[in-house]
């Protein structure tokens, strides 16, 4: 039997500000009409309750917000499926134990790679394979090729880290929680999208230099603050959540509640800051100085985007609904049944 879901009215604490542009894509109606279709096509295996609930998180929003700038609507669209997917897959797996990561991990990597999903493949699995499809016929194999890196990443480095502590209801040292988070956020899998939108890709040897790692770093991080201040009111209510910098450090130190908030406002503050004068100080990279500076200011645009998202288009954090959470299902359970 599901608990009652709490509903707020002030879902959050404090707003965030930041000195990047504020833009959308201009097929923002488009890409919720498209969004609320693929709901109730491809993600049949989530309850008709439960489609109804993303539906009014408006991820469309979010991906017309992150991805302001795109050469044409089909790179919009590519974005907006992988938008719906990664939310309900990060959710419907939320409790997934480190075995069970592995397996996935071990698919989505093969799909990625070239394989087609068994028949019988969940559908999270034949979706991806659609995605990367898409992809592909807006952009390049090299583009794919870093796509694929971070999802490797995403999935290893933070989905993998926190199933301990998720399934166990044990909160993460802070120190190392600071490094996954990094990873699980997902916004790693995003990075990609300002190439994407700009219509370039990075050289391999300026993708690797030191400032661009830190500013990809920095973007995760900041967005990871973001979330974790800005779901805290939905996370308290729903009770035994972990994996949360605000509550980690109230429970590591113990302080108040809004001590905590204010030491995670610090970091956060400490990183864009940090971005601000990496951007504007930029080591040279000859003929693509352009490019970086214009890629990076893209990426500041995502941070905004996805605030703006927050503030104006969902309804995500304003109850303690746990989404596909609840639904998923394991291989023994349905043996059971």
């Avoid at 406002?265 to 800051?273: L, P, T, Y």
Wanted: with cysteine; charged share 25%; glycine share 4%.
């Amino acid at each position: 039997m599901e608990s009652e879901v709490k509903h707020f009215e002030q879902p959050y604490a404090l707003i965030f500000e930041y000195p990047w542009p504020d833009l959308v894509n201009p097929h923002f109606d488009q890409m919720k009409e498209d969004l609320e279709s693929w709901l109730d096509t491809d993600f049949t295996f989530l309850s008709a309750k439960t489609r109804e609930s993303y539906k009014r998180m408006g991820l469309h929003g979010a991906t017309a917000r992150m991805l302001a700038i795109a050469p044409t609507y089909e790179h919009a669209s590519a974005c907006n499926r992988f938008m719906i997917w990664i939310t309900t897959f990060d959710d419907y797996c939320g409790l997934c134990t480190v075995e069970e990561v592995d397996d996935i991990h071990k698919r989505i990597m093969g799909i990625l790679k070239g394989n087609q999903p068994l028949p019988d493949a969940h559908p999270h699995d034949k979706i991806m394979a659609q995605i990367r499809d898409e992809y592909l016929s807006v952009t390049s194999p090299e583009w794919l090729e870093t796509f694929t890196f971070f999802m490797d990443r995403y999935i290893k480095y933070g989905m993998r880290a926190e199933a301990p502590y998720k399934t166990t209801g044990t909160f993460p040292p802070r120190n190392y929680y600071m490094i996954f988070r990094e990873y699980s956020i997902a916004m790693y899998t995003y990075e990609p999208w300002a190439e994407l939108g700009l219509g370039f890709v990075l050289p391999k040897e300026i993708s690797a230099h030191p400032v661009i790692q830190r500013i990809q770093a920095l973007t995760c991080r900041i967005m990871s603050w973001q979330n974790d201040v800005y779901s805290l009111k939905k996370e308290i209510a729903r009770k035994g959540e972990v994996i949360n910098l605000v509550l980690i450090i109230q429970h590591e130190e113990n302080i108040s509640l809004e001590e905590a908030t204010q030491k995670v406002v610090s970091i956060h503050n400490e990183d864009v800051a940090e971005f601000v004068a990496l951007h504007e100080n930029l080591p040279d990279f000859g003929d693509w100085d352009d490019r970086v500076y214009q890629y990076i200011l893209y990426q500041g645009m995502m941070i905004q985007g996805l605030n703006t998202w927050y503030i104006k288009d969902t309804l995500r954090y304003h109850s303690s609904d746990q989404y596909a959470e609840k639904e998923y299902t394991r291989l023994n359970d349905k043996n059971k049944s």
